[in-house]
C-alpha cells in the first residue's frame, strides 16, 4: 500500500487513450530492465577486464583507461547520430509509418559508415599525439598507443552495432541489443583470458592481447546486430540496397537532433578529457584508483542508462500518437522507478566499499583511495541517474540542444575547474583530505546535482513537447 502510493504519478492529465499507470510501469519495465541487465552485466564484464589487465600492474591499468576519453572523441560523431536515429525511429513508430522508420536506419547507417571509416584513420594515424595529450606517460605511453590502434580499426563494425541497437531501442526491442552485446563482451572476456597471460597455446601479448580481444568482441556484436535486423519478420529490417538513398524531411529530423547530440558530445569529452588529464598529472597510483572507482560505479549508471532507454523510446512513441501529457507521466515514471533502484546501489557501494577494491589490486594506498571515494560517490548516486534519465527522455522528445547546453556549463566548464581545485590548491594546502584520490568524486557529485536540477526544470516547462521531427 505504501509502495502503490510512492509510485502513483499525479499531476498529470492523461489522455483518454493513455495505458493505465500500472500499465505504463510495466512498459516501462519491460524495454527498460533488458537495458538495466545489458548495462550491468557490461559493467561486470569491463571489470573483469580491468582485473585482468590489472594483473600486470597499475601502469596498465592506467594506459587502458587513458585510451578511454580519446576512443569516446572519435565514436561522438556517431553517437550523435545514433542519437538522432534512436528519436526519429521512436516517432515514426508512433505515427505508425514503418516505411519512415526503416528510412531513418538506412539513412543513418550510411553516414555513420563514412564517418567511422574516417575516424578509424585519423585514430590510427595520431595515437601518439592523442595519448600524449590523455595524459599518457613514460609508464603508460607506449601500450596506450597500440592498445588504441588496434580498436581504432575495429571502430567500422562498432558504428554499425550502435546504430542499429539505437533503432532496436527506439521500438522497444531492447532484448536484442542485450543479447548482441552480452556476447561481445563474453567474447572479449574469453579473448583476454587467452591472450593477455597466454592460455591454451595462445601467445602472452599483454595490453595487446586486451586490445584484439575488444575488437573481436565489438565485430561480433556488430554481427550479431546485422542477423537480426536483416529478419523480414522485424518491424525494422535491413535492406544493403537501401543504403545511400536520402530523402529531406528524414535528413533534416537526423541533423537536427543529431548535431545537438554531437555538441553535447564535444562538450563532455572536452569535460572529461580535461578531467582525465588533471587526475593523471597526480601521479600513476591516483589515476589507476579513479579507473577502478570509474569501473564499479559503472554499475550505478547502468539503472539510470536502462530506464532511459525506455523513457526515450516511450516519449518519442506517444509525442508521435500525439499524447503530450503521457510521455510527460512516462518520464516521471521512470524517474520514480530510478529513484528506487539508487538507494539500492548506494548501500550496495556502503556496505562493500573496502571489499570491492581487492578485485582489482592489492596495493594498499589503491585500495584506501578506492574505499575513501565510494563514501563520496553515494551522495551522488540519485542525482547521477535522475540527469541520465531527463536527459534521455529529452533527447527522446527532439530536445537534444538543451542537454547539450547543461553539458556544456557543468561538465566542460564548472566540473574540470571543481577537479583542478580540489586536487591541486586544496589538496596542497589540506593534504589530510586525501582531496587528489576523492576530488574528482567531490566534482562529480557536484556536477551530478547540477545537471539534475536544470534538466527537471526543462522536463516541467514541457517546451519539449512541441518540437516536431
Not at 535491413?238 to 562538450?267: C, I, N, P, Y
Amino acid at each position: 500500500m505504501i509502495i502503490s502510493k510512492l509510485l502513483k504519478i499525479r499531476g498529470i492529465e492523461w489522455e483518454d487513450s493513455a495505458p493505465s499507470q500500472e500499465e505504463l510501469y510495466k512498459l516501462c519495465l519491460k524495454i527498460a530492465w533488458p537495458a538495466v541487465v545489458e548495462g550491468m552485466l557490461l559493467s561486470i564484464i569491463n571489470s573483469i577486464d580491468t582485473m585482468m589487465v590489472g594483473s600486470m600492474g597499475s601502469a596498465a591499468i592506467a594506459a587502458v583507461g587513458l585510451t578511454g576519453q580519446p576512443r569516446m572523441i572519435l565514436l561522438m560523431l556517431i553517437q550523435s547520430m545514433c542519437a538522432g536515429t534512436t528519436a526519429v525511429v521512436a516517432r515514426r513508430r508512433g505515427e505508425e509509418d514503418q516505411k519512415g522508420a526503416n528510412a531513418c536506419l538506412h539513412q543513418s547507417l550510411t553516414i555513420v559508415t563514412l564517418l567511422a571509416l574516417i575516424m578509424a584513420t585519423l585514430g590510427y594515424v595520431l595515437a601518439v599525439p592523442f595519448m600524449r595529450f590523455a595524459g599518457a606517460n613514460k609508464d603508460t605511453l607506449d601500450m596506450a598507443v597500440t592498445y588504441f590502434r588496434i580498436i581504432c580499426l575495429a571502430l567500422p563494425a562498432n558504428a554499425w552495432s550502435l546504430c542499429i541497437c539505437a533503432g532496436m531501442r527506439a521500438v522497444g526491442k531492447t532484448k536484442i541489443t542485450m543479447i548482441a552485446n552480452i556476447t561481445a563482451n563474453l567474447v572479449n572476456v574469453c579473448g583476454n583470458y587467452l591472450l593477455i597471460g597466454g592460455h591454451f597455446g595462445f601467445p602472452a601479448l599483454g595490453v595487446k592481447g586486451a586490445a584484439i580481444a575488444t575488437a573481436c568482441g565489438t565485430i561480433v556484436s556488430s554481427l550479431i546486430a546485422i542477423f537480426f535486423a536483416c529478419r523480414k519478420s522485424g518491424y525494422l529490417r535491413l535492406k544493403l540496397t537501401s543504403l545511400g538513398r536520402f530523402d529531406k524531411h528524414t535528413m533534416h529530423s537526423l541533423v537536427s537532433v543529431g548535431t545537438s547530440a554531437a555538441a553535447e558530445s564535444v562538450f563532455l569529452r572536452i569535460g572529461f578529457l580535461i578531467n582525465n588529464k588533471l587526475i593523471a598529472g597526480i601521479g600513476t597510483t591516483a589515476f589507476a584508483a579513479n579507473q577502478i572507482v570509474q569501473q564499479i560505479t559503472s554499475l550505478s549508471f547502468t539503472v539510470g542508462d536502462g530506464l532511459a532507454t525506455a523513457g526515450s523510446a516511450l516519449v518519442g512513441q506517444n509525442l508521435g500518437a500525439n499524447r503530450k501529457n503521457t510521455a510527460h507521466g512516462i518520464i516521471r515514471i521512470v524517474r520514480r522507478i530510478s529513484v528506487f533502484t539508487s538507494v539500492v546501489l548506494i548501500i550496495a557501494f556502503f556496505l562493500l566499499r573496502d571489499a570491492m577494491p581487492l578485485l582489482f589490486t592489492k596495493e594498499a594506498v589503491v585500495i584506501s583511495g578506492v574505499s575513501l571515494s565510494f563514501i563520496v560517490v553515494c551522495f551522488g548516486v540519485i542525482p547521477q541517474n535522475g540527469r541520465v534519465v531527463y536527459a534521455g527522455c529529452l533527447r527522446g522528445a527532439g530536445d537534444a540542444r538543451y542537454v547539450a547546453i547543461c553539458a556544456l556549463l557543468s561538465v566542460a566548464i564548472v566540473r574540470p575547474l571543481l577537479t583542478y581545485l580540489f586536487c591541486y590548491p586544496i589538496n596542497r594546502a589540506l593534504p589530510a583530505l586525501q582531496m587528489a584520490i576523492v576530488g574528482p568524486w567531490t566534482s562529480f557529485v557536484i556536477d551530478a546535482y547540477i545537471r539534475d536540477f536544470l534538466l527537471h526544470r526543462r522536463v516541467e516547462s514541457g517546451h519539449w513537447m512541441h518540437i516536431r521531427l
